[in-house]
Nanobody, 120 residues
Framework: QVQLVESGGGLVQAGGSLRLSCAAS????????MAWFRQAPGKEREFVAA?????YYADSVKGRFAIYRDNAKNTVYLQMNSLKPEDSGVYYC????????????????WGQGTQVTVSS
C-alpha cells in the first residue's frame, strides 16, 4: 500500500507561481511511476505531468510546469510557473509500481487532492 498526501495549493493571480508537494509513505520502494493530474469542475481528470526516470508533460503545461522529486523526503513536487486561469482545478498526485504513464487508469494510488485557483 502507498499513501499520498498533497499540499501547496491555493489562490494565485495569473502569471504567478505555486509549488505543489506530494508526500509518499508506505511501500514507497516499489514505486516506479508518479504523476500529477488535475480536474476542473464538470471536466474529466486530465494528465498534467509524470516522471520518475523520465518526465512527461501535457502540451498545455510544457515550458511552465516541472515535476521533480526529493528522494530524501519521499516527496514529488510540481513547480507551476506562469499560471493561467485555465490551470485552475483540483490537483491530484498518483503513483504506480510500474513506470510512469500519462493514463490516469494506470495508477493505483491517489492522494486526496489540493485546490489550485488562478484568478485573472
Amino acid at each position: 500500500q502507498v499513501q499520498l498526501v498533497e499540499s501547496g495549493g491555493g489562490l494565485v493571480q495569473a502569471g504567478g507561481s505555486l509549488r505543489l508537494s506530494c508526500a509518499a509513505s508506505g511501500n514507497i520502494v516499489s514505486i516506479n511511476g508518479m504523476a500529477w493530474f488535475r480536474q476542473a469542475p464538470g471536466k474529466e481528470r486530465e494528465f498534467v505531468a509524470a516522471g520518475f526516470r523520465a518526465t512527461y508533460y501535457a502540451d498545455s503545461v510544457k515550458g511552465r510546469f516541472a515535476i521533480y522529486r526529493d528522494n530524501a523526503k519521499n516527496t514529488v513536487y510540481l513547480q507551476m510557473n506562469s499560471l493561467k486561469p485555465e490551470d485552475s482545478g483540483v490537483y491530484y498526485c498518483a503513483a504506480r509500481f510500474l513506470g510512469a504513464t500519462m493514463n490516469r487508469n494506470d495508477y493505483n494510488y491517489w492522494g486526496q487532492g489540493t485546490q489550485v485557483t488562478v484568478s485573472s
